[in-house]
């Protein structure tokens, strides 16, 4: 299957050793395809995912994705407009089909 969109995310995961604790960041995806999005660990069919929004605060931001399991956000450090646009393009056609 095509991957229509990709969006680089961060997560942050904690490791913890005998006597320290450090956060270390991992480059993560998010990647759209015509019928799911997918990231790491989760996978979500595109006709449970209702919106995606985004918000910036300086050098990093948040990708909310509404879904019907609820909202998941992202950590992202570059501008998900392509991505967002892509799914609302890929979602509107198979919701609202063209009128004749």
Do not use: C, W
């Amino acid at each position: 299957m095509q991957i229509i969109a990709q969006q680089p995310y961060v997560k942050i995961v904690r490791q913890v050793r005998s006597l320290e604790q450090k956060d270390v960041e991992e480059q993560r995806y998010l990647y759209l395809y015509p019928d799911k999005i997918v990231t790491k660990y989760r996978e979500f069919p595109i006709e449970n995912v209702l919106d995606m929004s985004y918000r910036f605060s300086g050098d990093r931001g948040l990708l909310y994705l509404h879904t019907l399991q609820g909202v998941y956000s992202y950590i992202i450090k570059s501008s998900p407009q392509s991505f967002v646009e892509a799914f609302k393009a890929r979602t509107e056609s198979t919701i609202y089909p063209a009128k004749r």
